[in-house]
């Protein structure tokens, strides 16, 4: 689990936008001298936009099937610990809210992945999201990584119960040969079944992950892939 300042990605958004803005009044206040106030403000709004930008990023180390090609930390032996590891997370979010003084409705999003987050049963995440919500903008994004085996229509409906409004689903390919040179532990219509449950189910920000540059891709695969991911 960890919080951020910042986006995974680099500076968010909104701190970026003030960032270029300071810098170029701190870049007038050097050339002229005159432009201080402005730049006090910009370099204080900075620091506050910093301050109250949270972003939660939480990990599931537990999968099915360890990939071909994957070196993410997860396991496949270690099912055992799931409540275990579950209630931990729960104690070291207690203890990183407190550290990060952490105020209403201050985290933006948050972000569970893995390993696959979809081997987690939903009433296991339960506790986090109660304990979360205070904590939540009105308007925050909440995502998580799904394996297609693992995100059946019951995982999917809890998860959503519980405030999970984007899903970005692991397919990597639609073609049943190169899955299994991957070792998914999904078919293609596993996939396609998913989605679509996670579309009835209500889910309108969904993101598929596709693969490339595997043995024995071909540019009418990738293609392939793309249209029906489409
Ligand atoms: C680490 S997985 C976690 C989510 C889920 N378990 C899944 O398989 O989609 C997130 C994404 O990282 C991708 N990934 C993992 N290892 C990769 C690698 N070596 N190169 C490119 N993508 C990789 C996976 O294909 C997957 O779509
Ligand atoms: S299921 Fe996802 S996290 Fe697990 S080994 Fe495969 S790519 Fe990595």
Not at 128 to 141: G, V
Not at 178 to 204: C, V, W, Y
Request: hydrophobic share 45%; with cysteine.
């Amino acid at each position: 689990m960890a919080f951020s300042r910042f986006n995974v990605n680099g500076i968010d958004k909104p701190t970026c936008t003030l960032e270029l803005v300071g810098i170029f009044w701190w870049f007038l206040f050097l050339l002229y001298r005159k432009a201080y106030i402005p730049a006090l403000i910009l370099f204080i709004a900075h620091k506050l936009v910093i301050l109250r930008t949270m972003l939660l990023y939480i990990h599931i180390p537990f999968c099915d099937s360890k990939c071909s090609y994957c070196a993410f930390n997860s396991y496949v032996d270690k099912f055992h610990l799931k409540e275990k590891y579950m209630s931990a997370l729960f104690v070291q979010l207690k203890h990183e809210l407190k550290r990060f003084d952490a105020t209403k409705e201050s985290i933006e999003t948050i972000f569970i992945g893995g390993g696959t987050p979809s081997t987690v049963a939903p009433e296991l995440y339960k506790e986090i999201f109660t304990h979360l919500k205070p904590y939540l903008k009105k308007d925050i994004e909440i995502t998580s990584e799904a394996n297609p085996n693992s995100a059946t229509y019951e995982w999917l409906e809890g998860m959503y119960g519980l405030g999970v409004n984007r899903i970005s689903f692991g397919v990597q390919s639609f073609n049943e040969k190169k899955l299994k040179l991957l070792n998914r532990a999904h078919s293609p219509q596993m996939a396609i079944d998913a989605i679509n449950n996670a579309k009835t189910i209500g889910f309108e920000n969904l993101s598929l992950d596709l693969i490339y540059a595997t043995l024995g891709d071909t540019k009418e695969l990738i293609q392939y892939d793309i249209d029906t991911a489409v």
